[in-house]
């Protein structure tokens, strides 16, 4: 068997202890799956003793697979191995190991050893796992470095965060940020609850269990209807319009209403709050536009308001581009820069703010975690560029060409008014409250966000 070994060690800022405990949290798998590799957990049983599995779906290519791996050699405090019983591969076998260096500190060392499928015929594809599997490690360790360097900025003390849009780009990334730095995630679902971490809530009828949120620290909301995933008609407007002014006051209103209700509620809205500005730099004081997604946005925080009035600190966090092959704009850009046809937009100057999907995920942390912050709050990067810088660097990351335009006639075509409003419109917007509460960006460039959530640093 042609047997191929990668591994990779990272000093961590933490104990071995506490990055052993790091692991055994809900939603450390999660949070350690590369954004770029479609995979989703489908069954769990058991943590990370001996002898317990998870069941995973991916993909080779178009093919979904079944991955089963087996927990054996778990030394508690110190390392374990995960061995597939059956997947994709011939042999998979993954060390995990935790070297104390001191009380402060450790080494993280991972060892993948693995063998194609098919035998001699899977030999061409050892090249493509091997980077593959370098990536994956790359990733998960600054990953977890990061993610225990913003703990420790924060010192925050564990809390029961409830979640509405936890199955989202930005929800489940959150979801298993605060899950793996020791935080209870309560999700708010529109079906009957099936878990303890279920809570039931139907906005479109007016229902939620508020008994259930008796007691919780804090509430992100960020549920609410695609903005860009249809055109734009009088019955796809409204949709959008009611998903978050109606889900909004009723989790609103619901807070308002508990004896014991959370001390902050994270409410979302976007930067399309501020219109189509051109050249104008826009931090949290710029004044607001007025066509539908303004509108939107502003309507949409109004809703919030109850929970205000009872002495809730609301914070709004204005999402700007989140950049993830896992969903968003740049889920729908790849395909055509994959296949070398990608280029600028309408020329290419508008101003584009973005931001890495975990400084969103990190940015809705923080807001928790810090009483200054409410009202507006910015949640983009603090280097916008124009589209065509941003073209050029994706274009650069992927190893393609960027010299195919796209025309802004084609676009409001295609896609009418939704065009001008989330395609072609101009927001050069600045995270000033973000860094004026002290928030250390993971990833501030643009080019650095896309090498990282695409695995090409």
């Not at 450790?106 to 370098?134: M, N, Q, T, Y």
């Not at 990536?135 to 509405?164: C, F, G, K, N």
């Not at 903005?227 to 949709?239: L, Q």
């Not at 740049?330 to 046809?341: D, E, H, K, Q, S």
Request: glycine letters at 10%; hydrophobic letters at 45%.
């Amino acid at each position: 068997m042609n047997t191929i070994r990668v591994a990779r060690t990272t000093r961590i800022p933490c104990s071995a202890a506490e990055l052993y405990a790091w692991h055994e949290r809900p939603g450390a798998l999660e949070r350690l799956a590369p954004p770029w590799e479609r995979a989703r957990v489908l069954e769990r049983a058991g943590g990370i003793e001996n002898g317990s599995t998870v069941t995973l779906e991916v993909h080779a290519g178009p093919v979904a697979v079944r991955w089963v791996a087996r927990h054996r050699d778990v030394v508690p405090g110190c390392e374990f191995t995960d061995e597939q019983v059956s997947g994709p591969f011939a042999l998979w076998v993954h060390l995990h190991r935790m070297i104390p260096i001191d009380h402060a500190s450790c080494d993280l060392e991972e060892r993948v050893e693995f063998a194609p499928p098919f035998g001699a015929l899977g030999a061409p594809a050892v090249p493509v796992l091997r980077s593959k599997v370098e990536r994956m490690l790359a990733y998960r360790h600054r990953v977890i470095a990061d993610d225990i360097r913003a703990e420790r900025q924060l010192s925050a003390p564990p809390m029961h965060v409830a979640i509405t849009g936890a199955s989202g780009l930005i929800g489940s990334a959150l979801d298993s940020l605060l899950s793996t730095a020791g935080d209870r995630v309560s999700r708010l679902v529109r079906r009957e609850a099936r878990t303890p971490g279920e809570i039931t809530w139907d906005p479109a009828r007016g229902r939620i269990d508020a008994a259930a949120l008796e007691g919780v620290n804090a509430v992100v909301h960020l549920a609410g209807a695609g903005i860009a995933d249809h055109r734009w008609t009088a019955e796809r407007k409204r949709a959008i319009l009611e998903s978050r002014t109606g889900g909004t006051g009723l989790l609103a209103r619901t807070l308002a209403q508990l004896r014991n209700p959370p001390r902050v509620l994270v409410s979302a809205s976007a930067m399309g709050v501020y219109g189509d500005r051109g050249d104008e730099l826009l931090d949290e004081s710029a004044s607001l536009g007025s066509d539908f997604l303004a509108q939107v946005c502003q309507a949409w925080v109004a809703a919030a308001a109850p929970a205000a009035a009872a002495d809730i600190r609301v914070v709004h966090p204005r999402f700007g581009i989140v950049l993830s092959p896992a969903g968003g704009a740049l889920a729908r850009m790849l395909p055509p820069f994959r296949a070398g046809v990608g280029g600028p937009i309408a020329g290419g100057r508008q101003w584009m703010s973005t931001i890495a999907i975990d400084d969103a995920a990190g940015a809705v942390q923080h807001a928790i975690a810090r009483d200054e912050l409410h009202g507006p709050v910015n949640v983009v990067g603090p280097l916008a560029v124009r589209n065509a810088e941003f073209t050029r660097v994706l274009a650069h990351v992927l190893h393609r060409p960027a010299v195919f335009p796209v025309p802004a006639a084609g676009l409001r075509l295609l896609f009418g008014e939704l065009a001008d409003a989330a395609l072609l419109a101009s927001q050069r917007v600045v995270p000033a409250a973000l860094e004026r509460s002290g928030y250390v960006f993971r990833h501030p460039g643009v080019e650095g966000a896309l090498r990282f959530v695409l695995g090409r640093t």
